[in-house]
């Protein structure tokens, strides 16, 4: 069966910058779309940055211009640079694969999640 694995998170100063990455495993196709959700204590999953096997790209405007999501040469990875971090950026982040819904990542797999703590 399909599995997502993300690594990468971390403790952080405000300011900084981590880089979490993601690979789905377990199937011979490509996915058309990969992405990431972070949800913090006490709020709501929420899309952070998706992209499509055309490249086309979707970001949360929370993390416009600071975030950058990529896709890696190997089949079903997917890469996520945050840069200019906030303490409100502090969530458990999540990877997810699968089609495309409205144009973003349709979350038909799914990681355990990487806590990602950015301290003031």
């Known amino acids: 069966q399909v599995q997502v694995v993300e690594s990468g998170g971390g403790l952080v100063q405000a300011g900084g910058s981590l880089r979490l990455s993601c690979a789905a495993s377990?199937?011979?196709?490509?996915?058309?779309?990969m992405g990431w959700y972070r949800q913090a204590p006490g709020k709501q999953r929420e899309l952070v940055a998706s992209i499509t096997r055309g490249g086309n790209t979707n970001y949360a405007d929370s993390v416009k211009g600071r975030f950058t999501i990529s896709r890696g040469n190997a089949k079903n990875t997917v890469y996520l640079q945050m840069n200019s971090l906030k303490p409100e950026d502090t969530a458990v982040y999540y990877c997810?694969?699968?089609?495309?819904?409205?144009?973003?990542?349709?979350?038909?797999?799914w990681g355990q999640g990487t806590q990602v703590t950015v301290s003031s």
């Open positions: 377990g199937t011979i196709f490509r996915f058309n779309a």
């Open positions: 997810t694969a699968g089609g495309v819904e409205n144009g973003v990542v349709r979350g038909d797999y």
